[in-house]
């Protein structure tokens, strides 16, 4: 098979995702709106004698897809593969994630054998082979919600529908910037079963209006670029449902973190949570954080946001 490149270097966004908690509490179901963002996450493939993983985390994930890819495309060549995070971000935070490795693995691999398959065809791929590594580098079957593979792909603000697919996707002005504001934080009930299930049952009564709200409300809003009212109705989002029971059941030693959100989202700033509860903000307003950044001492990093999605940054 011809090799269009012996070796590759991908840029990987990050994603956030405005209503994590509701659309992924509720059994796998796809839905929700999330931002690409641009990171220093980078990942290496090149054409090697023997098969070698190099990173710290993530090396069964890497595993799992090469070999996947090996089968469809029927490789025969060797790979040293090397991937690295973003310093400013947490593997299994939701920003460092199981879908950064997949898409951009898939994404390379297809690259360095002339994009044999399609875009489509690469997405199906992971729909239909989604798995997650945890903490303990343990392969876990996993559900797939469509909202971090569209953001991660393709870049941009992207709304995924119920069935999992891009609903519409957004360019955002270069002005605005996520913030992630460090927060510590740990769940105040540590039965993950209980917490879900009151999730779940809080979820349920919202759901109606939570999807009227993003896939009606909000494409429009973005379309005018109307952020003041983006942030009032994802304050909405976050103060109902599945998300309200994540936000009152977790807490901080570092900042008081009720009380930093509500400032922010007084001040329209929009908001919502990590997987490990840091506190994301998507805003322009970047003097309002270095204040308040000040007054409740809590520190923060600024990412910029990316519209085109992963990207080849060398190649030999």
Request: net charge positive; hydrophobic share 40%; glycine share 4%.
């Amino acid at each position: 098979m011809n090799l269009k490149y012996n070796n590759l270097k991908i840029k990987i966004p990050s994603r956030c995702i405005f209503n994590l908690a509701s659309f992924d509490i509720l059994n796998g179901l796809g839905g929700g709106y999330g931002l690409a963002l641009d990171t220093d996450s980078l990942l290496t493939i090149s054409i090697s004698d023997k098969e070698k993983i190099i990173a710290k985390k993530y090396q069964t994930i890497i595993k799992y897809y090469l070999e996947i890819m090996k089968h469809i495309l029927d490789i025969k060549e060797n790979f040293t593969i090397n991937l690295t995070f973003d310093k400013r971000i947490k593997p299994h935070s939701g920003f460092a994630s199981n879908m950064m490795v997949a898409c951009s693995l898939i994404y390379g691999i297809n690259k360095m054998y002339n994009d044999l398959l399609t875009k489509e065809e690469c997405f199906s791929i992971i729909k239909e082979n989604y798995k997650e590594e945890d903490c303990e580098h343990i392969i876990t079957q996993s559900f797939y919600t469509g909202n971090s593979l569209y953001t991660i792909y393709s870049g941009g603000l992207v709304i995924v529908s119920k069935d999992k697919e891009c609903y519409q996707k957004f360019i955002i002005d270069n002005k605005m910037k996520c913030v992630i504001i460090k927060t510590e934080a740990k769940k105040r009930i540590t039965d993950e079963l209980k917490l879900h299930k009151l999730a779940l049952k809080s979820d349920k009564v919202f759901a109606k209006e939570r999807e009227k709200i993003i896939f009606t409300i909000l494409p429009l809003l973005i379309k005018k670029k109307d952020y003041t009212s983006l942030a009032y109705y994802t304050k909405f989002i976050q103060s109902n449902g599945a998300q309200k029971v994540f936000r009152d059941n977790i807490y901080s030693n570092m900042i008081n973190i009720p009380r930093v959100l509500e400032q922010l989202e007084d001040n329209n700033l929009i908001t919502g949570l990590t997987n490990s509860f840091d506190i994301f903000v998507f805003t322009s307003n970047l003097s309002f954080i270095e204040k308040l950044s000040k007054e409740e001492r809590f520190n923060y990093d600024i990412f910029k946001i990316n519209n085109n999605g992963l990207k080849i940054i060398k190649d030999a």
